[in-house]
């Protein structure tokens, strides 16, 4: 089946630190990738998405590039803001015919920036 | 832009009530989608809706059902309510017309049960 493996948390970074998360996943066939945020007392929101091998997803300073030789889609920023913190999830999307295309996600990672 | 609400933000119950919890979309989706969310576990589906009365369910259906009879509105059913249902549940829509396998959430509604 499919699964999301990313990075522990939580990270704490200072203001205009780099940041990276890691993002692996499985998947059987070809899958649409995914990061979403979820800012605290709220639900999740879409933050980018690639839906095929190479393609970059890039949203308020954050990319992430899906790589289908190594199988991840590691999410970047290059100088972090406090109001990036937050719990940033990846999932993985197979389509699928005749039903809904089901997001499998990752255990989050929470993200915490600090002045 | 998508709307998705949920009739409450928290929400507290008793062991063995029956629960309801209702999520309303307002963008003619038709996929719906119910998850909870616990710390170190992610995401986790519960059931989801291609279609008005149409349902499946996901990877953790025991102890809850759901009903669609409208295509906006998909309720979240728990028989008889646990204290290890305690959980953030998580409402979300699709549309494969219109953003594709992208889901769009609800605000969640935090469940507490006695």
């Known amino acids: 089946g499919n699964s999301v493996t990313q990075m522990e948390g939580p990270v704490t970074l200072s203001e205009e630190a780099f940041l990276t998360i890691n993002c692996t996943y499985t998947a059987t066939g070809y899958p649409s990738l995914f990061w979403y945020v979820q800012y605290p007392g709220e639900g999740l929101q879409l933050l980018l998405k690639a839906t095929k091998a190479d393609d970059k997803g890039s949203n308020k300073g954050f990319e992430a590039t899906y790589r289908k030789e190594t199988t991840s889609f590691h999410l970047e920023k290059g100088s972090v803001q406090v109001s990036d913190s937050a719990v940033y999830f990846c999932?993985?999307?197979?389509?699928?015919?005749?039903?809904?295309?089901?997001?499998?996600f990752g255990t989050g990672t929470r993200l915490q920036v600090t002045l | 832009d998508v709307k998705v609400t949920q009739s409450s933000r928290y929400l507290v119950k008793r062991t063995g009530e029956k629960v309801f919890l209702e999520c309303v979309q307002d963008?003619?989706?038709?996929?719906m989608f119910w998850y909870r969310q616990d710390p170190g576990l992610g995401l986790r589906l519960i059931y989801f809706s291609y279609d008005v009365k149409m349902k499946e369910k996901g990877d953790i259906p025991e102890g809850y059902s759901v009903s669609r009879e409208k295509k906006e509105r998909f309720s979240l059913i728990l028989e008889s309510a646990s204290t290890n249902q305690t959980s953030m549940y998580l409402c979300?829509?699709?549309?494969?017309?219109?953003?594709?396998?992208?889901?769009?959430f609800g605000p969640g509604t935090r469940l507490l049960v006695l």
């Open positions: 999932a993985l999307s197979e389509l699928r015919t005749g039903t809904a295309s089901k997001l499998t």
């Open positions: 979300a829509s699709s549309s494969p017309l219109t953003g594709g396998e992208t889901q769009y």
């Open positions: 963008m003619d989706h038709e996929n």
